[in-house]
């Protein structure tokens, strides 16, 4: 492939993602989310630098016969469909939006509401049980936390990563990047078990059967978060409220009508939700993949995102 053809591949790209952009630094900006640098511009396509690319590409797409040949497919928000909205309109938009978003809420807080009910009710939740002696309860309590607190920056990292490619249509990446940070943050909780083992092998803070009851509920809870995670940029939540209240009952039959151990219904549930997760993921990553076509890139990149997380 000639480095004429590879521009106007990635012209073909850019404008499958931006639609008709606005300025050369709006080009700009799309290259370098696809990890192209001006390194790249030379290796790849010839072109001395970022911004004379970007150039091309933007006089490629506004060019009338181009626009003429590839019409956009983005959807236009109905919102901006027309010069003017009167306000009857404007009511009409945001009534409809309360009533589309006010019980989507609502039924995403179900996993919530039934935890907090079959507490009240039986004593008893996915990872709960009132029974417990004070021990146990220390033991699931610092599962918990630990399981919490270990996930938390890869939930974070997870939310913006798969985002930004999501919305960007590329799912091959989405998919990719989804894989590599539920990877690391296992890794990064395996890490943390271990420091902690050997540390309390010197100073002997707690039994060591103690502390693998707590190390089964937060890596348990964990990956519960860490796939939990993913459903949210991808507009799929509805998932998490699925396989949350199949656990959930399955997890409370197995405590009501079997003679298995607290320990074990509380596992079996946790695990059965994020085996159900897990399968609609890959099922859903594969379809998206197979139905989208793969963005090019000439080579591969490695890049570093730093996340701000205050406000100012």
């Known amino acids: 492939m000639t480095n004429s053809q590879k521009i106007e591949q990635l012209g073909l790209d850019v404008y499958d993602k931006l639609g008709k952009p606005v300025n050369v630094n709006v080009v700009r900006a799309m290259l370098e989310s696809m990890s192209i640098r001006a390194i790249d511009a030379q290796q790849d396509y010839g072109i001395d630098d970022l911004q004379e690319l970007a150039k091309l590409i933007y006089t490629q797409i506004n060019d009338p016969e181009f626009l003429e040949k590839n ?152 990956v519960l978060l860490l796939l939990s995670a993913v459903f949210h940029p991808l507009k799929e939540r509805w998932v998490i409220t699925v396989a ?17 151990g607290t320990y074990y219904t509380h596992w079996i549930g946790i695990w059965t939700a994020i085996g159900l997760m897990l399968a609609y993921l890959l099922w859903f990553f594969k379809r998206k993949v197979k139905r989208t076509k793969t963005f090019n890139r000439a080579t591969s990149k490695s890049a570093a995102m730093v996340y701000r997380n205050y406000r100012y």
């Open 71 to 222: 019409p956009s497919n983005l959807p236009v928000n109905e919102q901006f469909r027309s010069d003017l909205t009167s306000a009857s309109d404007y009511l009409k938009i945001k009534t409809k939006y309360f009533f589309y978003y006010y019980p989507l809420g609502l039924f995403h807080g179900v996993p919530v509401f039934m935890q907090i009910a079959t507490i009240i009710v039986f004593g008893y939740s996915m990872w709960t049980y009132t029974g417990f002696n004070q021990l146990q309860s220390t033991a699931v309590v610092l599962g918990v936390i630990f399981g919490l607190i270990g996930t938390g920056g890869f939930v974070q990292v997870i939310g913006r990563q798969v985002s930004h490619y999501w919305y960007s249509n590329d799912f091959h990446m989405a998919k990719k990047s989804t894989i590599l940070v539920i990877r690391d943050g296992l890794i990064f909780m395996g890490v943390l078990s271990l420091l902690a083992l050997i540390l309390n092998f010197f100073a002997n803070f707690y039994p060591y059967r103690f502390l693998w009851l707590v190390y089964a509920y937060a890596f348990s809870i964990g």
């Open 244 to 260: 949350f209240v199949l656990a959930a009952a399955l997890s409370l039959y197995l405590h009501l009508y079997t003679e298995i």
